[in-house]
C-alpha cells in the first residue's frame, strides 16, 4: 500500500471484513491487506459476514455481489441499519451496472469490479479511510466546540451572578452606610446636648449597622469560598450552647425570647462546624428579623431544638413573627431573593440551603402569614459519620 495508507494506518486502528463465495479471492485480499496492517475478518457469505460484523463492528467492508445465503445488496441494507456510518465496498462483475446504481442508492462507499485490480482496491480504501478520518476529527472538533459552549456558557452564568451580586450588595452598602451616618448623627446630638441618652440610641443605630456589615460580610465570604467540607468532631450540647450564647447576644434589649432546648444526650457527630454553624445562625437571624418586623403582636418567641429521629439528627427552628405568603416561602432559597428590603442581603438563606446540602441534608418549611415560621432541616447519621 502507498504512504498515504501507511501514515493513515499509524493514526487509526482499521478493521476490515472480506465477504467473498469464492475462498481465492478471500485468501488473496486477506494476504494483501494483512500486509498493509489492517485487521482482517473473512465470511464467505452475507449470512456469516453479518453475524460477524454485529460482534466485531469493523470499520470497512468489502463484499461481492452475488453470494448465496444472503447475497451483497441485503447485507449492505442490513449493515447500514445497524451502523450507517460503516464504509461499504461492493464487489460486481463486469456489466453488472444494474447492481452497481442499486448499491450506490443503499449508500455503499465505492464499488470495484472483477477481476479485483490491486491498485483500484488501494484506492478506494484509501478513501474509505479519508472518510473515517475526517468523521472522526469533525466528532473530536463537535465535542471541543460543545465543550467549549458549555464552558462559556457557565462563564456567561458566573458573570451573571457576579454582575447581580456585585449590584446586590452595593445596593445594600448604600442603605448601610445610611444608617451610619444616621447613627453618628445621632451620637454628635447626643455629645452636643450631653444628652447620655440620646447617645446611647445613636450607639444602638451603630451597633445594628455594624452587626448588618459584619453578617454581609460573611455571607459574601460564605458565598464565594467554595471548598470541600472540613468535618470535625462536635459534641451535641457544646455546639447548642454555643448557638445559644450567639443568638442571646443578638436579642439582648429586645422583647423576643428565645426557648432553647439542650439535647439531653451528649453524642458527637461529625461536620464542618464552622459551616454549620453559620448555616444555623442565618436561620435564626431570619426568625429575629420576622419577630422585629411583627408589629401585631407583642409577645414574640423563637424556639429552637435539636433531637435525634431514628438515624437523623433533627434541627427545628421556630418563631412567632409576620410569617410568608406562599409567594415569598418558594423563593427564600433562591440567590439574591430577599423580603427585607435594604435590611436582607439576599444570600444568607440561599448559603444556608446551600451548606445543610453539602452536609447531605434537606430542610423542610412551614409558614402562615402573621402566624409565624418553622423550619424543619434532617441531617441524616450516615452524612455525619467520619
Not at 92 to 113: C, P, Q, V, W, Y
Not at 188 to 193: T, V
Not at 281 to 302: G, K, P, R, S, V
Request: charged share 30%.
Amino acid at each position: 500500500m502507498g504512504d498515504l495508507m501507511g501514515d493513515m494506518m499509524g493514526k487509526n486502528q482499521i478493521s476490515i471484513l472480506i465477504v467473498d463465495d469464492e475462498e481465492d479471492i478471500r485468501d488473496v485480499l486477506e494476504i494483501a491487506l494483512k500486509d498493509a496492517g489492517y485487521q482482517v475478518f473473512l465470511a464467505e457469505n452475507g449470512e456469516k459476514a453479518f453475524g460477524i460484523f454485529k460482534s466485531k463492528q469493523p470499520d470497512i467492508v468489502i463484499t461481492d455481489i452475488k453470494m448465496p445465503v444472503m447475497d451483497g445488496i441485503e447485507l449492505l441494507r442490513q449493515i447500514k441499519r445497524e451502523n450507517p456510518e460503516t464504509e461499504v465496498l461492493m464487489i460486481t462483475g463486469h456489466g453488472d451496472m444494474d447492481l452497481t446504481i442499486r448499491s450506490l442508492k443503499n449508500e455503499a462507499t465505492d464499488f470495484i469490479t472483477k477481476p479485483v485490480n490491486v491498485d483500484i482496491l488501494e484506492i478506494a480504501i484509501e478513501k474509505a479511510v479519508e472518510k473515517i478520518i475526517a468523521r472522526q476529527k469533525l466528532l473530536e472538533y463537535t465535542q471541543k466546540l460543545e465543550l467549549l459552549i458549555l464552558e462559556k456558557s457557565k462563564l456567561a452564568d458566573h458573570l451573571s451572578s457576579l454582575g447581580v451580586m456585585i449590584g446586590s450588595i452595593s445596593h445594600n452598602i448604600k442603605g448601610l452606610l445610611t444608617n451610619l451616618d444616621g447613627g453618628l448623627y445621632v451620637v454628635k446630638s447626643g455629645l452636643k446636648k450631653a444628652d447620655n441618652k440620646t447617645m446611647e440610641e445613636g450607639i444602638g443605630l451603630l451597633d445594628q449597622a455594624v452587626d448588618r456589615i459584619k453578617k454581609m460580610i460573611m455571607d459574601v465570604l460564605l458565598y464565594s469560598k467554595e471548598r470541600a467540607l472540613k468535618k470535625d468532631a462536635i459534641h451535641s450540647k457544646e455546639f447548642v450552647e454555643k448557638i445559644k450564647g450567639i443568638i442571646e447576644l443578638k436579642l439582648k434589649g429586645t422583647n423576643i425570647a428565645f426557648k432553647c432546648k439542650a439535647p439531653d444526650f451528649s453524642d458527637t457527630f461529625y461536620a464542618d462546624e464552622a459551616f454549620l454553624m453559620a448555616a444555623l445562625i442565618n436561620f435564626l437571624d431570619n426568625a429575629i428579623d420576622a419577630c422585629m418586623a411583627d408589629t401585631q403582636n407583642m409577645d414574640h418567641e423563637i424556639g429552637f431544638e435539636i433531637s435525634w429521629e431514628t438515624d437523623s439528627l433533627v434541627i427545628c427552628i421556630h418563631d412567632n413573627g409576620c410569617g410568608m405568603d406562599s409567594h415569598t416561602k418558594e423563593k427564600i432559597f433562591n440567590l439574591f431573593f430577599s423580603s427585607k428590603g435594604t435590611k436582607g442581603t439576599g444570600f444568607g438563606l440561599y448559603i444556608s440551603n446551600s451548606i445543610i446540602k453539602q452536609h447531605g441534608g434537606s430542610i423542610h418549611v412551614n409558614s402562615i402569614k402573621n402566624k409565624g415560621t418553622d423550619f424543619k432541616i434532617i441531617l441524616p447519621k450516615s452524612k455525619l459519620d467520619l
